[in-house]
């Protein structure tokens, strides 16, 4: 009996601590290692410095010089300036002014020599020089670098309102700015519903439709003239994205329509006419066709569509009930953010002298159409058209090149643009972060997102100390970095596998082992810290073997 007795306590010993080793290896090492290999990583993220984007003011410093022929009137024109651009809301101009002698100025007579002048002031990029002259014709005359001159007569007002519409555009730029913050509250204006959006890249597809080859011949070399005209254009423009240009024929196209046939001026002549409210209708068979979404930076089409006989002369008519062009062969239009389409008529002698089944061979116009595409572009990057203002002139463009000012003006509005869509970026991107906690975070996700934030701080930085042109390269990298971080696809990894669905599977898996293992906890419990009853039980176990001796030996 005894023997039986002092054997119970080895096994309860060794049964306790087969307990304590699984409960050692499944809530000790089991649970953890679950915990951890079930976790969705995350690297941790500057969500306030990314929420301290609301307040960033971003504004642009612009250097102006004002070269007078008096102090009187230099210091009254940089003082007037800074007052009426006090207010603005993105800029803050940096004025200063200077008096120029009479003599350097009175036997400069044309343009070229006030060029001379103007190239001894330092500008730098964004920088502008306002110079009066003495021999000028015009009130205003806006050079094709970055300097304005106004002759002695010019009011401060005319002065004001060229620099205001033609140069800073800030009104334009503040809009830009407020309806990519809060679309919803701001409607952009014709130029902002024009432009293309801002990208890194750009596909120009120069297009040639032809819609009857077999009456209709073309004689022209499309290539040459991607390569001669519309690539220098836009390697001029380099600084502010890649082109990339692109040129292809079509055939068998015809208009989805069919045109309206009017009467001409004489009575034995009609021509075809094209309502321009009905212009949209025709980019949408053209879309199917130009093949332009060949990757993944917009595409700017231009077209020229070749008018066959049957339907020439086809013109298009205003709104109003007026033809567009009434002494061309030629007919434009220009389509927001798709591009620009040429219609070009064959001359009515050739058509008419062709016999019925004898094709017709047409030469196009290449200056004629060059310009116009040269001008569509300018309107579809963000050059627009200046609007009329008494006095004022601009010097013609020379060549394909464009005006240096104007290049400016371009790396403002894209600035703006890019600093704009890089903090609304993040901003979206961390607010996703927080809501939905099974996104996965990898370090190259957060590392971007990081340089992003870095990108946008020093770029508005930039800006505000004038330097526009490092302003500008920081933020096309913010701009790029933020939408790849964005759009990086390693976002998606566990959005499949929400937090329920992982206790749902792995509950039932881990509770039938578990429950045995938590009620042996009580028992290691009882063994190793034994409480009143235990200690009790103890004592009646010795008394009662203790008695069970003293009756042995009697």
């Not at 730098?124 to 015009?138: K, M, P, R, T």
């Not at 024009?194 to 290539?223: C, G, H, M, Q």
């Not at 020229?304 to 002494?327: F, K, W």
């Not at 039938?512 to 293992?517: G, L, Q």
Request: proline share 5%; charged share 25%.
């Amino acid at each position: 009996m005894g023997a039986i007795l002092s054997s119970d306590q080895p096994k309860e010993k060794y049964r306790v601590y087969a307990s304590l080793s699984f409960a050692v290896l499944l809530l000790g090492i089991g649970v953890p290692l679950w915990w951890h290999t079930t976790t969705v990583p995350r690297v941790t993220l500057p969500y306030n410095g990314i929420d301290e984007l609301s307040q960033m003011d971003i504004k642009i410093t612009t250097k102006i010089t004002v070269a007078a022929l008096s102090h009187n009137r230099a210091e009254l024109l940089a003082h007037e300036i800074r007052r009426i651009f006090a207010n603005a809301e993105i800029y803050q101009l940096d004025v200063e002014y200077q008096v120029i002698s009479n003599n350097l100025l009175a036997s400069v007579f044309t343009y070229h020599e006030l060029e001379k002048v103007a190239s001894t002031f330092d500008l730098d990029v964004g920088g502008l020089l306002l110079l009066e002259a003495i021999n000028l014709n015009d009130a205003v005359l806006v050079g094709s670098k970055r300097t304005l001159y106004f002759s002695t007569e010019t009011s401060i007002a005319t002065l004001i309102q060229v620099l205001s519409e033609w140069i800073l555009r800030d009104k334009s730029m503040a809009l830009t700015k407020n309806a990519l913050a809060e679309p919803t509250l701001h409607s952009l204006d014709e130029e902002n519903r024009r432009r293309f959006p801002a990208s890194p890249a750009y596909d120009v597809l120069v297009t040639l439709v032809n819609p009857d080859p077999e009456k209709l011949k073309i004689d022209w070399d499309l290539k040459i003239v991607t390569e001669e005209y519309i690539q220098p254009f836009l390697d001029e423009l380099s600084v502010l994205s890649n082109f990339s240009v692109k040129s292809q024929w079509l055939y068998l196209l015809p208009l989805d329509m069919n045109p309206r046939r009017v009467p001409d001026s004489s009575p034995s002549r009609k021509h075809f006419a094209l309502r321009e409210s009905v212009l949209p209708q025709l980019v949408t068979p053209l879309e199917k066709k130009l093949a332009s979404q060949v990757s993944l930076h917009p595409c700017i089409n231009l077209v020229v569509y070749m008018v066959p006989c049957d339907n020439a002369p086809l013109h298009i008519y205003t709104r109003s009930g007026h033809r567009s062009r009434t002494d061309s062969n030629m007919e434009a239009f220009l389509s927001p953010r798709w591009g620009g389409v040429v219609l070009i008529n064959p001359l009515s002698e050739i058509c008419e002298s062709a016999q019925e089944d004898e094709a017709v061979t047409v030469i196009p116009e290449e200056t004629a159409i060059v310009g116009t595409f040269l001008a569509q572009l300018r309107l579809l990057l963000g050059i627009p058209e200046m609007t009329s203002i008494n006095g004022a002139t601009t010097v013609p463009l020379v060549g394909l090149k464009s005006r240096d000012w104007e290049i400016d003006s371009l790396l403002r509005f894209r600035t703006i643009e890019q600093l704009t869509s890089a903090k609304l970026t993040l901003q979206s991107l961390a607010r996703l972060l927080k809501e939905i906690s099974n996104i996965v975070i990898t370090d190259v996700v957060g590392n971007r997102i990081k340089t992003a934030l870095d990108l946008v701080h020093e770029s508005a930085k930039l800006l505000e100390r004038g330097d526009l042109e490092r302003s500008f390269i920081l933020s096309k990298e913010a701009f790029i970095i933020s939408e790849a971080a964005f759009s990086d696809p390693t976002l998606l990894a566990l959005l499949y596998f929400p937090e329920d669905q992982k206790y749902a599977v792995y509950i039932p898996l881990f509770l039938p082992a578990m429950i045995p293992v938590i009620l042996s906890l009580k028992n290691i419990q009882k063994y190793y810290f034994p409480g009143k009853d235990n200690t009790k039980k103890k004592m009646e176990h010795k008394e009662r073997k203790n008695n069970e001796e003293s009756k042995t030996e009697s």
